[in-house]
């Protein structure tokens, strides 16, 4: 109970009251809630009887009357509480006690009343009965604003709202849209493959080897069969053995994890999209794709342009096409065809970019691409036929055995798609997987160190011609929501441990607060304000700076105390 706030002291206590008074602030009993908000609004009908619940989220108490707003998920509508409507007897207690006393902003409430309009035209609940469903024990962060419309203690530190992701959402409901665009972007991909006759699977999350990319991945161990299992870093194998099974397309919304770096676009644990179909190839699939996109941006946002950034973005169809090697010679003037590892080892030097031994002609050639290229495509643009030795999955290209049929799609910089023509010959993905191995063996952390036996043998048996491809989804939703970090399309991404409060007394948190209000103050006159004797400001202030909490520098006149 020590470190509990002030005002959190103050809501058990109320919380207490409530109790003596034969309330059960948490009942169990189920609330009939008739409608919402925003269906209370559409439907309004002077004098209509109506039920409704939501978070209290503010009040203006005027004696026997009061104007609240409740939230509920569709938004707020404003309530009318009046002393003599909700205690028609003598009794009092309800309004006078429970009402003004007891109920905090943060409270969830169920209300039964009546439709009526304001002078000022705002469409209001007469509250005829109310009843306490939850007692919020924190209190919100409540932003405010003052009369000149300006916004004070929002709550819009990145790191406490990603923390405390379900403050955010209830003080910051913009922040909701965003969820509801991503979940109207999987149904409109869902509903686009479905129409399309493909055919949605699951496939393991634990598996015995990590396949289907080149990432880190993260290791259990399963102790009923005493074996190492990895968590997902892909899914492409399952389902392509599936597509040997029978399945003319097939798809998933995987959940994936790579034990890797943490970034504005990375995040350890993700969602990707990722379909294979037979039959088809590549250049099918980027037609596909460009289909896919424009469906899915109108269905999210009502047209196929978005704002990201300084940049309006267009999915309508179709979208320039770009081979890696024309995009390389176009931004650098060299052109990779032809050349060995070591030309293109050297011309990445002569470029500024940093290169070691380890790198092998792909792992330079991508080097180069990210470096020089990648940066300069804004409008959605496929990147062509890649060098075989940048793709290890992928079918070598009908018409230039040094390459592959693949494509990524590139939007402001950034790939949001890859796919491939399928590599359906078990010997050369079997030679494939084997120089991989060399690589990896010479130091290439993307190189895949595993041979996956079982898909071979499954190739072996014979897979038709397929396309497959990968998307990206929370990557594809930042650019539909204008979201430049992928922190904002999550509910929960992966945070650093919280560091706990320290514990430090109540001198050291009165001077902190003394210098949080000033920033910076000289040492006497810091020493003069909180008014304490030279033993107890002796102890405070080597408390405050052992902790890190404040420092004390020195200039040519004086000492300076500043909170850090």
């Given at each position: 109970m020590s470190q509990l706030s002030e005002q959190e002291l103050v809501r058990r206590d109320k919380l207490s009251k409530l109790r003596e008074l034969g309330i059960n602030p948490y009942p169990a009993d189920l609330f009939p809630v008739e409608e919402t908000s925003k269906q209370v609004k559409q439907n309004f009908e002077e004098g209509k009887k109506v039920i409704i619940a939501g978070r209290l989220m503010s009040r203006r108490i005027q004696g026997n009357a009061s104007f609240a707003e409740l939230q509920d998920s569709e938004g707020r509508i404003q309530v009318y509480f009046n002393r003599d409507e909700i205690c028609s007897g003598d009794d009092k207690t309800k309004y006078n006690t429970v009402y003004k006393k007891l109920l905090d902003i943060g409270d969830f409430i169920g209300v039964t009343g009546e439709l009526f309009t304001t002078k000022v035209g705002e469409k209001t609940v007469m509250v005829k009965d109310f009843t306490l469903l939850s007692k919020a024990l924190k209190p919100l962060p409540q932003p405010r604003v003052d009369a000149d419309g300006k916004v004070h203690d929002a709550f819009t530190d990145a790191e406490q709202r990603y923390r405390q992701r379900y403050a955010d959402l209830v003080v910051n409901p913009h922040v909701k849209d965003v969820f509801v665009k991503r979940t109207k972007l999987f149904n409109a991909m869902r509903n686009f493959f479905n129409n399309a006759g493909y055919f949605e699977v699951e496939t393991p999350i634990l598996q015995p080897i990590p396949g289907g990319a080149a990432a880190r991945p993260f290791i259990t161990h399963h102790n009923s069969l005493d074996i190492p299992l990895y968590m997902r870093i892909a899914n492409e194998l399952y389902l392509k053995r599936l597509i040997v099974g029978g399945f003319d397309g097939v798809y998933e919304f995987s959940k994936n994890f790579r034990n890797e770096g943490m970034d504005r676009t990375h995040n350890p644990e993700f969602t990707a999209m990722e379909i294979y179909v037979a039959y088809k190839d590549y250049n099918w699939m980027m037609d596909f794709c460009e289909q896919l996109l424009e469906h899915c941006a109108t269905a999210v946002n009502g047209t196929t342009k978005v704002t990201f950034g300084d940049h309006e973005i267009d999915f309508k169809a179709p979208y320039a096409r770009v081979t890696m090697a024309d995009s390389i010679k176009h931004f650098t003037g060299f052109d990779i065809t032809g050349k060995s590892e070591t030309e293109i080892r050297e011309a990445a030097k002569s470029m500024g970019i940093e290169v070691d031994e380890t790198m092998g002609k792909g792992k330079l050639i991508d080097e180069i691409f990210g470096e020089k290229c990648?940066?300069?495509?804004?409008?959605?643009?496929?990147?062509?036929?890649?060098?075989?030795?940048?793709?290890?999955?992928?079918?070598?290209?009908?018409?230039?055995?040094?390459?592959?049929?693949?494509?990524?799609?590139?939007?402001?910089?950034?790939?949001?798609?890859?796919?491939?023509?399928?590599?359906?010959?078990?010997?050369?993905?079997?030679?494939?997987?084997?120089?991989?191995?060399?690589?990896?063996?010479?130091?290439?952390?993307?190189?895949?160190?595993?041979?996956?036996?079982?898909?071979?043998?499954?190739?072996?048996?014979?897979?038709?011609?397929?396309?497959?491809?990968?998307?990206?989804?929370?990557?594809?939703?930042?650019?539909?929501?204008?979201?430049?970090?992928?922190?904002?399309?999550?509910?929960?991404?992966?945070?650093?441990?919280?560091?706990?409060?320290?514990?430090?007394?109540?001198?050291?948190?009165?001077?902190?607060?003394?210098?949080?209000?000033?920033?910076?103050?000289?040492?006497?006159?810091?020493?003069?304000?909180?008014?304490?004797s030279n033993k107890k400001w002796d102890k405070t202030i080597k408390e405050l700076t052992k902790n890190k909490l404040a420092k004390v520098e020195k200039t040519d006149e004086n000492l300076l105390v500043e909170a850090v």
């Open positions: 990648e940066g300069n495509y804004i409008q959605p643009t496929f990147i062509t036929d890649y060098p075989k030795e940048m793709s290890p999955l992928c079918k070598e290209h009908r018409d230039n055995p040094e390459l592959t049929e693949r494509f990524e799609l590139m939007v402001c910089g950034k790939e949001i798609a890859n796919a491939y023509s399928e590599l359906n010959d078990p010997i050369d993905q079997r030679e494939r997987f084997e120089h991989q191995l060399k690589l990896a063996e010479k130091g290439d952390d993307e190189a895949t160190e595993f041979i996956d036996f079982d898909f071979l043998r499954a190739l072996e048996y014979g897979m038709p011609p397929t396309s497959g491809m990968g998307i990206g989804m929370d990557r594809l939703i930042m650019f539909l929501t204008n979201n430049q970090s992928i922190q904002e399309v999550l509910f929960f991404p992966q945070m650093r441990p919280e560091k706990k409060p320290l514990a430090i007394s109540d001198d050291a948190k009165a001077v902190l607060e003394l210098l949080k209000k000033a920033e910076k103050l000289e040492l006497i006159e810091l020493k003069t304000q909180s008014g304490l």
